[in-house]
Structures are given as C-alpha cells and as structure tokens.
C-alpha cells in the first residue's frame, strides 16, 4: 500500500515543481515622440508625389488629421529563447482582408506555418508577395479564400495588384513566443521557462529594436520604446550596460576626488 501511495505522489510533485518554475512575462511597447515625428514626415514625402484628397487638406475647418499608429496592428513582436530548438508550425491562421488593407499589417508567424486569407472586402483583390513564387497574383472575390503556406523563414510584403497602395508583411521567424500586442500596446506571456530571452519588434517588414532579457522569476516585467522608423535595430542591451559602467566610472572619479581632497 505505501508503494501505491509513494508512486501516486510522484508525478503530483512533479507537476507542482514544473508550474512553480513557469514564469508570466508582462510586457508593454510603447511609441516615443521621435519616432512619430519621422513617421509623420515620412508620409508627407510620400504623399508630395501623390495626388492627396481634399479631405486631407488644411481647409480652415478641420485640421489634417495626424498621422495614425496601430500597436495592435503596425508591429509584430517575437520572442526567442537562447538554446532552444526550433518550434513547431503553428495552427492555421486565418486573416481577413479588407478593402486596400490587411486586418493586421504586420503578422508573425512560424516557418512552415499557413495563413488563409479570407476576402471581406465587396472589391475584387489580388495578393501577391514579390519573389515568393506559390503567392503570385490571384483575383480573389467577396467572401473567398485562399491559403499560402510560408516553409521558410523570411519577410514576405504582401501587395495587390488591384490596390497599388496595398501594403502588409509576414514575417516568417522561429520564435519561441508570439505575443499578441493590444492597442495600448501591452501583452502578456505565460508559463516561460527560466533562460535568456531576446525579443525583437518587426516594423514594416525590419525588425527595428531588440532587447535581450533574463526570466528568472513567478512574475517578470518588460518595456521596450519605439524610437527609429528607418529600419536601423536598437539594441536596448547595450544601454543597460552602459549605465551601469557610467556609475560605476562616476563613483570612482568621485572616490578618487574626495580622496585627493583628505591629502
């Protein structure tokens, strides 16, 4: 009976110890002042050899209206962890498409991972992503659908050759989490395992910033600022060790100060 009892046990103590170590990882990325300044100067020089609406335009009644960033739909947010095999793909993703748009412009998924895209639009589309030679241009009606499967990792831009302003990406990455990011620009991860992290966020088809992060605890927080519209990626990490390495220089040339001050 004590053997029945003990073997009983095991496999609750180690269920225990296994959810003991997960760790949620509460995240938020939010959008500094610069970033939406070269944002807006980017569309004005978009839009200087563009015809542009009339509503649009200064009229002395209302003003133009500014320019317009979706956290919840104009970046894509991956998390890697240091060592770990490659996932698996992930379920089939279905993704409407609306007039001239994506629902979500920026979409991470897994290599060898299927999108269905499902038209739900009253206009005609045809999608195509530039080199990937399954994804060439489609007509695609009301309420159809199509699925492309994306085998390797890369970013595709998703265009259409009906709407010439049509614009979305696909990034195709093994990452260990995708988080969902809300408007506020917030997300949240659970049951992490203990180990270093990499995160990195996708705008316009770059990835523009990475932060490299430790999960070590039952609950773990993590900001990241938007900074750079260019393409050019942040790296946060390099920040954190500078500021430890300027104290520390700081405290030393004060030691070194008030030592010379007691001569």
């Known amino acids: 009976m004590r053997k029945v009892l003990m073997v009983l046990m095991i496999p609750l103590v180690v269920g225990f110890s ?11 990325i939010s ?9 807006d100067a980017a569309r004005k020089e978009t839009e200087k050899a563009q015809v542009r609406g009339y509503w649009n335009e200064p009229n002395g ?21 240091d060592g770990a095999k490659d996932p698996k793909p992930d379920p089939v993703l279905s993704l409407n498409v609306l007039t001239g748009s994506l629902e979500k412009n920026v979409v991470v998924i897994r290599p060898q991972s299927r999108i269905k895209f499902i038209m739900k639009s009253p206009f005609d589309h045809e999608l195509y ?3 990937k030679h399954d994804f060439k241009p489609q007509k695609q009606g009301n309420n159809s659908f199509r699925p492309i499967d994306f085998y390797s990792a890369g ?4 265009k ?3 709407f010439p302003h049509f614009q979305g990406w696909v990034v195709a990455t093994p990452a260990t989490h995708v988080p969902e990011v ?20 996708f705008f316009r088809g770059k990835w523009i910033v990475e932060k490299k992060f430790e999960v070590s605890g039952k609950k773990q927080e993590i900001a990241v600022t938007l900074n750079d519209v260019s393409g050019k990626a942040e790296s946060s990490e390099k920040d954190e060790k500078e500021e430890p390495q300027k104290a520390e220089a700081k405290k030393e040339g004060d030691n070194a100060k008030e030592a010379k001050n007691n001569e």
Not at 18 to 28: D, E, N, P
Not at 61 to 81: E, T
Request: hydrophobic share 45%; net charge positive.
């Open 129 to 131: 992503a530039p080199g």
């Open 31 to 39: 959008v500094s002042k610069k970033f939406m300044e070269q944002l």
């Open 155 to 158: 970013v595709f831009e998703v």
């Open 61 to 81: 009644i209302r003003p133009v209206a500014p320019v317009r960033f979706d956290l919840s739909s104009d970046i894509g947010v991956a998390i890697y962890m």
């Open 182 to 201: 809300n408007k506020s620009g917030a997300f949240t991860v659970e049951d992490m395992e203990e180990g270093k992290y990499t995160l990195k966020v």
């Open 160 to 162: 259409c050759k009906l």
């Open 18 to 28: 296994a959810s003991a170590a997960a760790t949620t990882l509460s995240g938020k």
